[in-house]
């Protein structure tokens, strides 16, 4: 079954320190996996995007990384900021003549002064 | 701004109603996406367009439909309306949106549907 997981559920971090957040999948045959950021209430951001072939991508203080064999990601974020508080979501994309989504539920994560 | 536009931002019906969403996708953007999104379910991907065609269909019920116009802005069509089809729905828009699907996509702020 092609399920993508995200953990933890929910982190609170003082600003300032950094943060890593992860995702495991289980999709078959993988296409890419995406990083967003959501703010409560808006529409998601794009924070990066990976193919198979890609295992770093950066943007601004945000670095994802993805591991195809053993099928993780994960989205680390360094000196956080207040304006990181957010849900981040992974999702990752299969296609089989088509396209496919896979959303994960999120990590909602809490940045404190 | 993500250059994308959606209208209404709020819309309150009633169960088995009918509603339409209307999207604007960025200029230039010939890919439309519709999400889902609910707080049991998260985020669902329903339906993609390209340039006026089917791409892609996701989750998307049968009481719903959509559609993107010669202009490119793209219409969801919710019908015979439950409880259960209360939600933020999300637009998006990319570039192209072809078979290697890595282009980004730009969200619009998104639509909030009650169903009462």
């Known amino acids: 079954k092609n399920q993508v997981e995200q953990s933890p559920q929910s982190l609170i971090i003082l600003e300032g320190k950094n943060c890593t957040l992860q995702?495991?999948?289980?999709?078959?045959?993988?296409?890419?996996l995406r990083w967003y950021k959501q703010d409560t209430g808006r529409g998601p951001v794009s924070l990066t995007i990976m193919t198979f072939s890609e295992n770093t991508k950066s943007n601004g203080r945000y670095t994802a990384t993805l591991d195809a064999d053993t099928k993780q990601s994960s989205l680390h974020i360094t000196a956080s900021q207040l304006s990181d508080s957010a849900s981040y979501i992974c999702?990752?994309?299969?296609?089989?003549?088509?396209?496919?989504?896979?959303f994960g539920a999120g990590t909602r994560l809490f940045v404190k002064a | 701004d993500s250059g994308v536009t959606q209208t209404p931002k709020h819309l309150i019906t009633a169960t088995g109603q009918r509603v339409t969403l209307r999207c604007s996708p960025r200029?230039?953007?010939?890919?439309v996406y519709w999400y889902q999104q609910s707080l049991d379910q998260g985020l669902q991907f329903l339906i993609q367009y390209y340039n006026g065609e089917e791409r892609a269909k996701g989750n998307i019920l049968e009481r719903f439909s959509a559609q993107q116009f010669p202009d490119l802005h793209s219409e969801l069509n919710l019908s015979s309306l439950e409880l259960g089809d209360s939600a933020l729905y999300f637009c998006a828009s990319s570039v192209a949106g072809g078979i290697k699907d890595t282009d980004t996509q730009y969200f619009g702020p998104g639509t909030r549907l009650t169903v009462l």
């Open positions: 200029s230039g953007d010939l890919s």
């Open positions: 999702v990752v994309s299969l296609y089989t003549g088509g396209f496919k989504t896979i």
């Open positions: 995702c495991n999948y289980t999709v078959s045959p993988f296409s890419n």
